[in-house]
Nanobody
């Protein structure tokens, strides 16, 4: 099993920045070299949506259209921590942000049999 804990959320004004972190544990975390990790978000009354995720074989990360150009996903060298740097935040970015990990991803955002954190709240005021 993989245990994920998010942190770094908070309240900021539009145009501000936040950096989210996701700490992974379970068999040292780096025992899952084939895991894809990503960030999702869910706003009240809306479905959960993918925001950013890593790719296999050193490929370029994937981003939602809304995140592209503003957000950057990265991992540390141990692969035990996932980050999401969020710049130029907008009120529309307000949501609970979740970290996820999965061995299988179908398409862009369908994490199959994955693990999820409890989430960290991001609130952007105008």
């Amino acid at each position: 099993q993989v245990h994920l804990v998010e942190s770094g959320g908070g309240s900021v004004q539009a145009g501000g920045s936040l950096r989210l972190s996701c700490a992974a544990s379970g068999n040292s975390g780096n025992t899952y070299p084939n895991y894809i990790m990503g960030w999702f978000r869910q706003a009240p009354g809306k479905e959960r949506e993918g925001v950013a995720r890593t790719a296999r074989d050193g490929g370029s990360p994937y981003y939602s259209d809304s995140a592209k150009g503003r957000f950057t996903v990265s991992q540390d060298n141990t692969r035990n921590t996932l980050y999401l740097q969020m710049n130029s935040l907008k009120p529309e970015d307000t949501a609970m942000y979740y970290c996820a990990a999965a061995r299988l991803v179908v398409g862009l955002w369908d994490f199959r049999g994955g693990y999820w954190g409890q989430g960290t709240q991001v609130t952007v005021s105008s």
